[in-house]
């Protein structure tokens, strides 16, 4: 299988990570404005031929496919062909980059002084750096960054620059297109634009996928994009979208260019500037309309201290090895490749699986800070903890951690009580430390008018904390989803633990990123670390907790707990409040309000429950196991629920019923 | 008919036209005349018939290498100086040196002339394996009269064909299964006889033409128990009767490509049927593989040819009753026979269409650029339907590989290389070195058509910024395809093992076929362990409508890798399938032998196989051809 190549390490702990290099220090030291001019001459694929954007827009409206496109749009609108093509260079106007140095070089100047400003340090890995170099001499390469804040992308390009590589040509959201001067910036910086949902417009789809192939097969740039499709708000990483990725892939897949290499960065902050925003936004307040005004307003994040920063640029993936024995290409021989077509069953779950291993090497590759794991903490004991006993469980977490695989960043030669201090010290705003106790601050708590006031503003803090404790959940996903099974099953026997274990893990597919069909791999390497750090012991039929596993397993099981909680709580809603007409609109407010309703009662106390993150993914969940279906009406769509089936998966959830096969049958 | 006037006319053009097969093949003086041989099989009466037309006999060995290709005293070698010769008489290259092959050699695969590695020298005749006879059938076979030999030496020879593996092997010393015996008929009756004595004793039969065949169609198949006889066609070599109202010749089946032209030619006429091969390759040898000549754009693959076959089957004669032009009679039966790679029977006789000799034959380069420029002026060539009788388009490593080839001395060889030092100042400014290609023409037709077609083909030539570039590097160009075989000898002597392989693909995939065969090929060789990036190089060879033919060349330096000839498989059989994933056809004109059987379902889809296969049922229930090729 083709994941083996791209994640063949059984044990995550002999992975080699490259070091780090600081690029603000140089920054720091010298003349920004003389870096900003700095003679700039990357490396570019072998044999390109240079196009400005100008001509590139031209060979897309010249070439073959959208050409056949157009005549055929034509053809079933009865628009003269001549209309249609207008049509499509008018999509193309506004969706190409006009990419120019000048612009690049301005972006140099002034995020020279916003970085600075903003991060202690900016650590990028160097070696990466070289591997991408070769892999953008060689073949066309598609840089994936995972997507926390909207800094990201600038940062991509500015490291791409600071470094003296070919700039990328970025896929992003018309929402930028609403700050007239900014989004023309970013496009003359490389990005184009495309908008958010185009279903069915097949103009609209034959124009862009043509315009990312064209600048693909000739090597132009790279492409970037984000497998996530959208910044994630919870810092767990997204399940990925598949449209971009297919487009780059078919490329190979028709014999266009010989390979693609794709790069999965990890883009890690200490602080990610946008976190308050997304708790609210999690929340139900509405996300702030991207506006040039809003972002000048937002001068205030500069007088604020972000930590430092990471990016790591992993190993390039070829697609042409990935698709080894997974693909046979000689599928595409037999219509021109110029016709645009399905991709078959076969391409579609190589696409998606090829997506989920490159999420998962995001993940891996995320430099963790310690705060990651006081905030684990933090989350576990809401009410707040000793300073003392913080310190020592972060240290205790940070060995398991460590023999997990967890690429952490924790200072050497520095006392752990130094490290945790002055992590909570850059997260002053969310937590407070009062007579040796640390607990979560609540902002506005003063003066609230309301019990529904005051715990919107709780939930703004636990989110934002929480945000933080999910950046190490991959680490801890798949021994964390064993644990619960252990317990759930209640036996040792080991098939029932699976059983438990894979119905878990079905379970929450939407919520973590979990590969498809690698059920026995997961549990596999769950298996394999817990007993590595000693919590259980694996027969040949069972498995059997150790006397130190009675600490670990449980902690491991708290980490999951809000999002059991947090399902049950949407099954609870569904089974008890929701009425046949409830709209898929309406789903997420009438649960936050059944939530809050809960929590208000005393009867709730995770916060996870609120998110509609958690929400959406918990319907997507059962929507997926067909507890629930959508009925599309006249003018909306309506959630039927199988009340039965959502009530025995709560009830499982909550481990009133072992899973046994007859529950997962009627799922 | 024919005036006096005319025939001596056709006269001249019949000498003309046997120096420019000359040209391309052998010294003027070397041409012999015979005369044709039209008369019934003289099987019976005469067996050694004294004025037999025959460049091929029957103990091939006393003029051809038994372990590398072509003539024994035709070979690449590097003299004491270190310089390159070819020796012998034989070829317009013959006796001269090639000063730049040393440096392109050792350049292009990190080759030393220190690093040799010979060949084992004589074959001994004591490690073939004895002959595993069939006593009846000999003694019956005895009784006919008809020729044949147990020989070591005969059977070793036939036991190959020209693939690198067969010939590493032989080089190495190691022999695998062989045929126990070679017959050598002299017509189709003998065939007959042959082949009815097979099915009678239960002995496996195996074709043998020219045994020029690339596809590992003429190996034993290991497995086989039975007594493997060869069928030596070489004696069966004789043109029956030439029809000059219908231009037809009818030809036995075994007479081989050089003889076959030169004979034609005699008497004014040609098939214009030239594979790479013709000087060693038959006629049955074509129909059996489906083969293809340089200039089927004027007289036709070789399915175009033929206008009716005789084989010999288990089952009897196969024939059709006329020889109409076209027939709406069910699938044609020749289909099955053309590309039966010897499954079937022997192809003994065959009826041809001829042409009067070309009044006027012209050969032209153009230099392109690019690859891809030269490839789209291919392709508007063959949508003009200009195409000359051969196109052909080299990348850029072959046109510096012909330079390499250049000979030191000789007026007719004006140096493509001085040549095109010349143009680079003047005209290809702005071309680069390493970019560049170049396109080989040959017209021919009579003398104001060619001069008018030039005219065309240039003038497209030049819409893809192509630049013509003489006569005389287009006619070296082909000279060189008869020699170049030799050349692989040469590398073997120095630890370079290579090969050529060929595909056809439609006109949009040209290019991506192209660059993605050579990137796998190297990076292949890499991943295997090859010490210096291998050549990988290819040309575009026919143009067709929709399509056209490619093929490619590889070689390696092999020293430091245990299992040389494995890594070779390996590299081989990756390119084939980054072909067929490239929507490239498994074979052109090679053919399928056992090579490339294993892709034949995916190629012809299974109930395509089934046909073939219930063909085979019903023709050869016993399999008596039991080379295994194909199916
Ligand atoms: C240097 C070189 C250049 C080549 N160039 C070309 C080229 O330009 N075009 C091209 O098409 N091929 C080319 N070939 C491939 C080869 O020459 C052809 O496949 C050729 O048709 C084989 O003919 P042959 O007489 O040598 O047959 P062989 O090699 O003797 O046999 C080939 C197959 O045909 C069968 N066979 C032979 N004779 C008969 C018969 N009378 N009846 C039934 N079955 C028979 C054999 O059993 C065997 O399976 C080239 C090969 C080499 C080595």
Redesign the interface.
Known sequence: MASKSVYSQRDPVLKKRDDFEDILEERRNSSDLRYAFKCYTPVLYKGLVPCKPAMLKTIVLQSDSLQHVISQVSAESGESVELVQEEAAAILEEMAHRQQLSTVRFFAFTLSKAFKSLFRSVCVNEEGIQRLQQAIHEHPVVLLPSHRSYMDFLMMSYILYTYDLTLPVIAAGMDFMSMKFVGEMLRMSGAFFIRRSFGGDKLYWAVFSEYVKTILRNGYSPIEFFLEGTRSRTSKSLTPKLGLLNIVMEPFLKGEVFDVSLVPVSISYERVLEEALYARELLGVPKPKESTSGLLKARRIFSEDYGSMHVYFGQPVSVRSLAQGRINRAHYNLVPRHIPRKPTNEAQSFVNDTAYQLVRMQEENMVLKPWVLIATFLMQNLEGMELSQLVEQTVWLRDLARSFGAFLDWPDHTSSMKVVSSSLSLHCNLVSVCEGQVRLLVAAAQGCESPEALLFEQAVSALSCASYRNQVLHVFLRPALLAVAMHTAATQRKDEVYNCFSFLRNVFSNEFILCPGEAVQDFDEACYLLMKCGAVQILQQGVVTTESGRVTLPFLCAMLEPFLQGYQVVCRYLCEEANDNLTEKLFIPAVRTFAVKLHLAGSLRCYEALSSDLQKNALAALLRLNAVKKVKTADQVVLKVNKLAVNSLEDTLGGKIPTQKPVLARL | MASNGKSSERQRTAQQRLRIIAGHLRKPEEADHTEIAAQECKAESSRTNPEKPNSMPKRRQEIMKWNGWGYSDSRFLFNKKGQAEFTGKRYRLSGLIMPSLKDWFEGTFGANLQHKSPAAPALNAGVVPPPNLNEVFVEELKATGIPFSQDADDRMFRAHGHCLHEIFALREGHFGRCPDMVVWPNCHNDVVKIVELACKHNVCLMPYGGGTSVSSALECPPEETRSIVSLDTSQMNRILWIDEKNLTAHVEAGIIGQDLERLLNESGYCTGHEPDSMEFSSLGGWVATRASGMKKNIYGNIEDLVVHIKMVTPRGVIEKSCQGPRMSTGPDVHHFILGSEGTLGVVTEVTMKIRPIPEYQKYGSVVFPNFQQGVACLREVAKQRCAPASIRLMDNEQFKFGHALKPQVSSIFTSFLDGLKKFYITKFKGFDQDQLCVATLLFEGDREKVLQHEKQVYDIAAKFGGLAAGEDNGQRGYMLTFVIAYLRDLGMDYYVIGESFETSVPW??VL??C??VK??IVRECKEKGVQFPPLSTCRVTQTYDVGACVYFYFAFNYRGLSDPLNVYLQVEHAAREEI????GSLSHHHGVGKLRKEWMQ?SVSSVGLGMLRSVKEYVDPDNIFGNRNLL
């Open positions: 949009d995939r991506d076929l660059r993605n990137e796998r067929l994933a490239n929507g995916e």
